[in-house]
């Protein structure tokens, strides 16, 4: 033993490693509508993800027709302030719990539903400076919808990436309902987690 080790007691057994903490990335599932093909494609992006083996990323589904969150800015009777309160902070909270985000969205009219911007509108400081990537269902894949998120998240400063999943109702969905995508969509998720993990890992640096 060395003389500053004599001096200050040092043990000759080194320290243990400090578990790496994990990136948490959620799957949000974006839309509200009853008998919504949202559910089927959130389910197969968690468990694509979930099957990579990447020890240092969790997955988890964030459904928004779990918080009922009310209009930004509606008046509400007295009876209802509290419960639209406590959605609110549910909402913000679970949102700012994750390092990163892959939006699952359908396509209305050009954009993204109502109930999604809505949702988005609550937020600012819990995703500043976050990353999110996209998965989009509809007659042109969700792309419009897509292009409609890249406008708003720019403005809550979160880097979205490049790649996308598209799944189209023509081709992935039978009888527009029941979801059996085609093989070759892997590619486009596997480019767009690579991203998202990498994206969220420098970004988790910053904050």
């Not at 007691?9 to 919504?36: D, F, H």
């Not at 720019?154 to 992935?172: H, I, K, Y």
Request: glycine share 8%.
């Amino acid at each position: 033993m060395g003389f500053f080790d004599k001096l200050f007691g040092r043990s000759k057994q080194a320290a243990a490693p400090v578990p790496k903490e994990k990136l948490k990335i959620a799957i949000v599932q974006g839309s509200v509508r009853q008998g919504r093909n949202g559910e089927s494609v959130a389910n197969w992006m968690y468990d694509f993800a979930t099957k990579r083996n990447a020890d240092d990323v969790t997955y988890e589904i964030v459904d928004l027709g779990a918080y009922k969150l009310p209009f930004l800015g509606e008046e509400l009777p007295a009876e209802r302030q509290a419960e639209a309160e406590a959605a609110v902070k549910a909402w913000s909270e679970k949102i700012a719990a994750f390092d990163g985000y892959i939006f699952v969205a359908p396509e209305y009219n050009h954009a993204i539903g109502g109930a999604l911007k809505n949702a988005l509108d609550y937020l600012n400081p819990e995703v500043n400076n976050k990353v999110a990537g996209f998965v989009g269902y509809g007659s042109l894949g969700g792309a419009r919808a897509h292009e409609n998120l890249r406008l708003i998240l720019g403005e809550l400063q979160v880097a979205d990436v490049r790649t996308a999943v598209t799944f189209s109702l023509m081709t992935d969905f039978e009888n527009m309902s029941e979801f059996k995508p085609e093989d070759y969509h892997a590619d486009n998720a596997n480019a767009m987690l690579d991203q998202v993990i990498a994206w969220s890992k420098a970004f988790k640096k910053i904050r």
